[in-house]
């Protein structure tokens, strides 16, 4: 048996003895890891240094704060989203219980990406945790000293049967996914997203695939450039660029390219010193393929802002381009690096056109004043998320759901979306064995007047909701009448 | 370009135009939709009669009723569904517009049934369409004479954005090979992993109906009449081939002979001494539905029925006794009018035969026992669970109708089934303005700097909450306003 075929076994062993559906065991587990977010913020931070250059405070702001939130807030509402959901009844149902019981689904397999380790393998695993599930979760190797403190120090916190950390590469998986899984979370690219759906099908496992793609930027005339500039620079060369969400190109105004190119590379400075090679708060390129990969995607265009580079160091400057083609090699694929090409266009019409002419993306971004021109283009194009006047920020804002559609993924997670979708959420209705009289209408032979019994308390819809709570207010109005008069007239 | 093909390209043609977005185009066509089941209410209860064998009063009880029940909530609940829902903010979000928008996925593919063949095909039709998308019907071949029918839509609805496919095997699988943007499929788990194998290339996600073998277990504690009566409705409705039907009966030896003898009695009054020449009992599909179903018999005794006749698919409503865990009845679903009683020695021995199984679409326990009902409800897991009746929860439009593992993913009814085959879109509109707060972010990254985004990130605001406190406040107010003025 192999190793990951062990993992896998001991998992689903461990579900099977319960443990994981009580409340307590789960807050006590989240609780650990909490303390291992804490505890081990120094081992963390020094494996992101070696793996992306990644600055300590970097580390801080732009994963473990994130999962600390998360964490947080599954602890406060465990108990809310555990709960059976009640659910409006219907005339046939007055008399009887009728909710949604959340379950966990058994053993979740988590692959995790490179570029905000923590952010995108714990994240999805505090809701994982959260369900009740057990969770085999699988580092990505290409950040491969983070990967040894989860394998080293998880195990130490959380209950290593249930949680399971399995390391490797393409092998490893490959054996990990002709397992069995109850729900497989995957964060990475399409093409490897496909091979895995694949293999989930034959076990009719359900995927939640966070993918890519190319975010479009679109900076309107109208608008304030000096900010929108500095949020999109921000957004950009976070992380050197390497963030699923990042403003992958500017759609803008062929008038307004100058001034935008001006204002990025004021930003650039600001933030990243004259020479970002030696600012501790700029990344590196995750390792030499994607530097080499990242250095091909220029050519055929016109660098506008910096271009330096340095192949030993898998550094690549914060860098612009110009007038860039459609069918230029920088625009046939997610660049997931620290270049930003700029696309000319003529109109809103135009950049519309342009990004519904590409695959869905997972984010995309509309500087503008204009509100209407901002309602106008969430109308006419489809993405994972939007945003307006910002970047990245969604991805902070745990009451959304954060996922793709399209090529760019299928699912979500952050907050309770995280523990709804690793849940199975069971349709419960439990009846009496009395009032039979009712059912007489159902039952052979079945006739024209049972039929129009049935009729009418079927195809009728009355909402007991909107009428319970209008009965309520009424009640209530009354009610403080009625005290009013009592207590406060003479 | 093969027929499928162009079918595919016309209707995403169609969706491109985007006229399915505004919300009147998509009341129009359920509306439409409506007058198709209306209209054609002859030509698909002959065809129900010819394919299953349905009465005309049971295809409207239990095919367009509810159909005709999703329409008129999607209608009554488009602008509802469709509004823009806003979500909770934080700290750093306040002044900002945070909503999810439902909007359409584009191109969605229906792969229909055979045995409910209008409710399982046009029901997630109606979210489809509710949810401003194109859709591909590939009605089911086997229930060939209402396939026939559907393809009468296009006469009602805007046939180049709603597609009806008919076709076979050959035609599925050129229909798979096709681009969509969420493929619904209600069917057995075989082709369920066939269809999302070929989903899988085009990163196209799935709701897919299965199977399984729905138990009914059956407390000593309860009413076994009442329990028994509507355990036959459910079982031999539709001469068992219901994906929900109560599948076998575990109950403890000591009530097994009373449970035949009730269900022998109700089998009497449903469908009468002659069950064969009755119109409200069905019939099973086809000749290899019926020789499968048959075959499942062996090494089983028969407690009730078990006659059958080939030339017109007639399986008489049958019970199995003494029925062993490793009989050929108990190997897969039976999809058929065959009822096998497993004896276990209580609850618990129930539930280790139910988990020792993979998770079916429904479960059903009969228990005059709140305790007994608990249990199994949090010992079990299954796409549904109902207590002390059978299939009626298929109904309940704010229930989701789905599985869970081989039972199926994915949920479907009510503003289930526009959820399902919607895209809901996180929107964070913000404003070009209050700069100096999101200082904290940019670099050079300092402590300082870090202290701020800590407080600012890991404060929850419940808005909806506060907002809600105020509603009330406002009212109290109110009222004690009126009353001082008009009730003194």
């Not at chain 1, 190119?261 to 994607?290: A, M, S, V, W």
């Not at chain 1, 135009?350 to 004043?369: G, M, V």
Request: glycine share 6%; with cysteine; hydrophobic share 40%.
């Amino acid at each position: 048996m192999s190793r990951e075929q062990k993992a896998v076994e001991r998992a689903r062993k461990a579900f099977f003895t319960g443990r994981s559906k009580s409340l307590e065991y789960r807050i006590t587990q989240l609780k650990n890891l909490q303390r291992f977010m804490q505890e081990r913020q120094k081992e963390i931070a020094e494996a992101l240094k070696k793996d992306l250059k990644r600055s300590e405070f970097g580390t801080s702001l732009y994963e473990t704060l994130g999962v600390e939130s998360e964490i947080n807030l599954a602890l406060k509402k465990l108990k809310e989203w555990a709960a059976p959901r009640p659910v409006n009844k219907s005339i046939m149902t007055i008399s009887d219980q009728v909710y949604i019981q959340p379950e966990p689904l058994g053993v979740v397999l988590v692959i995790g990406a490179w570029n905000y380790p923590w952010a995108v393998t714990v994240g999805p695993l505090v809701g994982a945790i959260a369900a009740g599930n057990a969770a085999v979760i699988k580092p990505s190797e290409v950040s491969s000293h983070t990967s040894k403190v989860m394998e080293e120090f998880l195990p130490l916190y959380l209950d290593k049967e249930l949680y399971p950390v399995v390391t490797g590469g393409v092998k490893e998986t490959q054996e990990l996914l002709k397992q069995r899984f109850d729900h497989i979370f995957y964060t990475g690219n399409g093409m490897v997203g496909k091979i895995i759906m694949e293999a989930a099908a034959k076990h009719l496992t359900p995927t939640t695939l966070e993918l890519g793609g190319k975010s479009p930027c679109y900076i309107d005339k109208n608008c304030d450039l000096t900010i929108a500039c500095r949020r999109i620079a921000w957004g950009k060369y976070s992380n050197c660029g390497q963030t699923c969400i990042a403003p992958d190109y500017i759609l803008c105004d062929p008038s307004m390219q100058d001034r935008v190119i001006e204002e990025i590379k004021k930003n650039i400075k600001e933030f990243y010193t004259e020479n970002p090679l030696k600012c501790p708060d700029y990344g590196r390129i995750i390792n030499q393929r994607h530097f080499k990969r990242l250095m091909s995607l220029m050519e055929g265009s016109s660098i506008a802002v910096s271009g330096e580079h340095n192949e030993a160091e898998c550094y690549i400057a914060p860098t612009v381009l110009r007038d860039v083609k459609p069918d230029a090699k920088v625009m046939q694929e997610e660049i997931f690096g620290p270049l930003l090409p700029i696309v000319t266009v003529n109109s809103v019409d135009e950049a519309i056109k342009f990004i519904n002419q590409r695959e869905k993306p997972l984010a995309l971004y509309i500087f503008s004043s204009d509100k209407k021109l901002i309602d106008r283009m969430i109308a006419e194009t489809s993405s994972g998320g939007v945003m307006a006047n910002d970047c990245l920020m969604h991805f902070s804002v745990s009451s959304l759901p954060f996922g793709g559609v399209g090529d760019s993924g299928m699912g979500r997670y952050h907050g309770q979306h995280g523990f709804d979708n690793l849940s199975h959420m069971r349709g419960v209705l439990l009846k009496q064995l009395k009032m039979e009289a009712v059912n007489k209408m159902r039952y052979p032979p079945h006739t024209a007047d049972k039929l129009g019994w049935a009729r009418f308390f079927m195809v009728r819809h009355v909402d007991f909701g909107s009428l319970g709570r209008m009965a309520m207010l009424a009640l209530l109005v009354v009610f403080a009448a009625v005290i009013i008069q009592r207590y406060f007239t003479d | 370009m093969s027929r499928e093909q162009l079918a595919v390209q016309q209707a995403r043609k169609a969706f491109l135009t985007g006229r399915s977005k505004p919300l009147d185009y998509r009341i129009k066509q359920l509306k439409n939709l409506n007058r198709f089941i209306k209209e054609r209410a002859a030509d698909i209860t002959n065809a129900l009669r010819k394919d299953l064998h349905k009465s005309a009063n049971s295809t409207q009880l239990f095919e367009i009723l509810g159909l005709e029940g999703e329409i008129n909530l999607a209608v009554s609940k488009l602008a509802e569904w469709a509004a823009p829902r806003p979500v909770n903010k934080n700290l750093l979000t306040l002044s900002d517009d945070v909503f999810l928008q439902p909007e359409p996925l584009g191109v969605v593919l229906i792969i229909g049934a055979w045995n409910y063949p209008i409710a399982v095909t046009l029901q997630p039709l109606v979210g489809a369409i509710a949810a401003g998308n194109a859709v591909v019907v590939k009605p089911s071949e086997v229930s060939s004479h209402t396939a026939s029918v559907m393809e009468l839509m296009s006469l009602y609805l805007d046939s180049e954005m709603y597609q009806v496919v008919t076709g076979g095997v050959p035609e599925t699988q050129e229909l798979l090979k096709q681009r969509f943007d969420h493929i619904f499929y209600t069917g057995n788990s075989t082709v369920g992993k066939l269809v999302m194998e070929a989903a899988a290339r085009h990163l196209t996600p799935v709701t897919l109906e299965l199977g399984g073998k729905s138990p009914c277990y059956i407390d000593k504690n309860c009413d076994i009449r009442i329990a028994c009566r509507r355990i036959t409705w459910g079982k031999y409705l539709n001469c068992g081939q219901t994906c929900i039907a109560p599948d076998y009966i575990l109950c403890e030896s000591s009530i097994q002979d009373r449970v035949i003898d009730e269900i022998q009695k109700c089998i009497k009054e449903f469908y009468t001494t002659d069950p064969k020449a009755f119109e409200d009992y069905g019939r099973i599909i086809n000749q290899r539905h019926y020789k499968r179903i048959m075959a499942l018999l062996e090494g089983s005794t028969v407690a009730i029925g078990g006659d059958s006749d080939e030339s017109v698919c007639y399986i008489a409503p049958t019970v199995l006794r003494d029925v062993t865990p490793a009989s050929k009845v108990m190997q897969e679903e039976i999809f058929g009018p065959i009822l096998p009683i497993v004896t276990v020695n209580g609850l618990k021995e129930a539930i280790e035969f139910i988990n020792d199984r993979e998770k079916p679409l429904a479960l059903y326990v009969f228990s005059s026992s709140k305790k007994v009902i608990k249990q199994m409800v949090s010992e079990t897991s299954s796409g549904a669970l109902l207590a002390n009746d059978c299939m009626v929860h298929f109904t309940l439009s704010d229930l989701p109708f789905g599985g869970v593992g081989y039972s199926g993913t994915g949920r479907y009814h009510g503003k289930y089934s526009f959820d399902q085959v919607s895209h809901l879109r996180s929107c964070l509109i913000k404003k070009l303005n209050m700069e100096a707060v999101n200082q904290m972010r940019y670099p050079p990254h300092t402590t300082e700097k870090l202290r701020w985004a800590r407080v600012l990130l890991l404060k929850q605001i419940n808005v909806t909450r506060w907002r809600q406190m105020a509603q009330v406040a406002v009212l109290a107010a109110l009222a004690a306003f009126v009353v001082k003025r008009f009730l003194r």
